[in-house]
Structures are given as C-alpha cells and as structure tokens.
C-alpha cells in the first residue's frame, strides 16, 4: 500500500524509459508483452509517436504463451520482422508479466542474435521502477553491445570538435524536436549531437566526442562509461534557455521570495536553483524529486519522495513561498496557499512544456 496512488496517475515506468531511449535509433523494439504496455507506451508516455514512425511492437503473448514460455513464438515472428525493416539492432524489452514468470531474456538475445546474424539488446524492464532507469538501461546496454569490454576503440580516439548531450528524452524534457532544447551553439560546439533525439549514426560517433553535456540524470551513466572506456570528459549542466523562453515569469517571481520548492527531475532543477540563487541569493531553494537523485547536485535540504504519501506530508509539514512544478501535484496537497508556477513534466503528466499553465 506504500505506493498507491490515490490522486496521482502513474508515472512513466522503466520499459516507456528503454523505447524512448532507443526510438530514433532505428533499430527493432520488441516489447514483450500481451500488448497493454505497448499501448500505454504508444498511446501515452512516447509523444514523438504522434508525429515520426519507430519499429515498435509487442511480442502480443497469449497467457498460454507466458505460462510456458513459447520463446519459438518470439524468435519466429522476429524474423519475419528483420526481413522487412532491415534494422540497426533489435532490441528486447522487459513488462511485468515475463518478468514474474523468470524470463530470460539474456538468452532470448543470444539465440535471436546467433539466428539472425544482427546485434541484440536486451534491457530487463519489470515495469515496477520508472522511466529513468529505463533509460540509463537502454544506453548502457546498446554502448556495451557495440563498444564491448574488448572493442579496439582506445581512449585516444581522435576528437572531432562534437558535443554529445546525454539523457535527452521528451520524458524531462517536455519536446518532440531536439532543435527545441539545443542552442545553435553551446559552449563553443557547432555540431551536437543530442542522443535520444538523433540517429544511430551520431550514437556510434560517441567515441569521436569531444565533451558529453548531461542533461538528466538518465545520461549520467552514459557519461560516464564514455569517460571511462573513450576519455570523453562531462558535464552536468540542462538547457535552462528552453524554460526561460517558455516561462519569461520564472526569474521575477523567484527573485522576491524566500523559500521555494522545485519538484522536477533533479538534474533540470538544480540547475534552475543555481540561476534562482544567482537573482536572490537569499532565497531557500529545496529541490525534491520522485526519481534519481546523483550526489553531485545533490544539498542537504533535498528531498527523495517515494510515494504520494510522503509528497503529502512534506508539503503538510514545510512552508514555501513558490512551488515550482508541475500543476498536477497539486492534487496532492489542493488546499496549499503559497504560488505555484507550472512547470510540465510529461513523464508525471503526459503534458509538454506548451502545455504549461499560467502561474497561480
């Protein structure tokens, strides 16, 4: 009962994560599932499906095909689908059910790709954690498929003057179109390559990076194995210029008061907090957040809700003067007083950063 919800929607979990990590790279997702989570995420956490086209399918499980595990059902209707999209890689995405049953899913990949002479992912999704890890698990696991432990790429790879941004998902981010989120020039960089927003060619380009710019907390292990296997050094920085253009208000209203509230993924909220300080350096500014929290944005004052409940209480119990997050955690405490400036999160609501509402 620590996790119902009783006012707020579910958020987007860990296998919307993995295929919106994975949807532009053109590869195959298979979603292993009867066919419910593949609606939920098509219908409801991926945006971009509404306006670009991605391979993605369920494995449409039958319950006699979960209880015995008919891997012959999936290996027989996957080839059929690599005749036909000539794709990337394929990739295998975990939902609850297969998971209960002990599907194994690492050997699903190795007969797929000894089959069928294609490289295979798989990413174990259990549908039971959210979006974030989702995501850090898709990359993880396509960097390792095709930079492995003994690949020839060395740390020395020649650098070509290209900026990667890590963890761009319309699941922070709140756009469909990376040129939303991008200036034409950052830091100095003239080519970006925004990975979850741009092909497979720019995530094979990785080792050729000259500096990876993460965005969410998603990216930060991306970063980090590229760090370590490429020398490709990182920073942890978002693109607040996309939500000053949006909401032109923020910086006025933050600048007069004492104690503020942002509640958003950690990366982007410790970083409006850093511009918030730099306007009102009096200001009392708590970052709280559902999702992954990093160390190195992380203050003492932080909060880590892991229900509804606790979003509750910690509203109950601490006062603030400005609320900066999105209008539908309001429903969690509907009778609070202070300001509330909305700021969108569609992995919380399903609302783009257009979709925000005006400040109350």
Known sequence: MHKLLTV??????DQSGAVAALFQLGGIIIICDAGGCTGNICGFDEPRWREKKSAIFSLGLRDIDAILGRDDRLIDKTGNLIEIFKPNF??????????????????????????????????????????DVGVEEAWTALLEKFFPENSTTPKSTPKTHIAGVLGATPLDLGVTEYNEIILENIAGYTDIRPIGFTNFDDFL???????????????????????????????????LYKLIKNFPFLLD?????????????????????????????????TVGTFFKQAMENHKTNDKKFDSEQALRDFLHKQKFDLIIADVALKRVHPSIKCCWIDLPHFAVSGRLLSDAEEFY
Do not use: W
Not at 8 to 13: D, G, R, S, V
Not at 109 to 124: G, Q, R
């Open 8 to 13: 707020l929607t579910p958020f987007a979990p």
């Open 90 to 131: 394929l990739a295998l995405i975990g939902t609850p059910v297969p998971t209960v049953i002990g599907t194994d899913y690492a050997g699903l990949a190795k007969i797929a790709e000894k089959k069928f002479n294609i490289p295979v992912i798989n990413v174990p999704c259990t549908g039971t954690r959210y979006y």
């Open 205 to 239: 380009a990785i080792p050729s990076f000259t500096h990876n710019f993460v965005i969410s907390n998603s990216g930060l292990k991306l970063a980090k194995l590229c760090q370590e296997k490429f020398g490709t050094p990182y920073t942890i920085n978002f693109p």
């Open 253 to 285: 209203e933050a600048s007069f008061v004492k104690r503020i509230l942002i509640i958003h993924e950690q990366i982007l909220a410790d970083t409006l907090r850093t511009m918030i300080l730099s306007v009102n350096r009096k200001a009392i500014v």
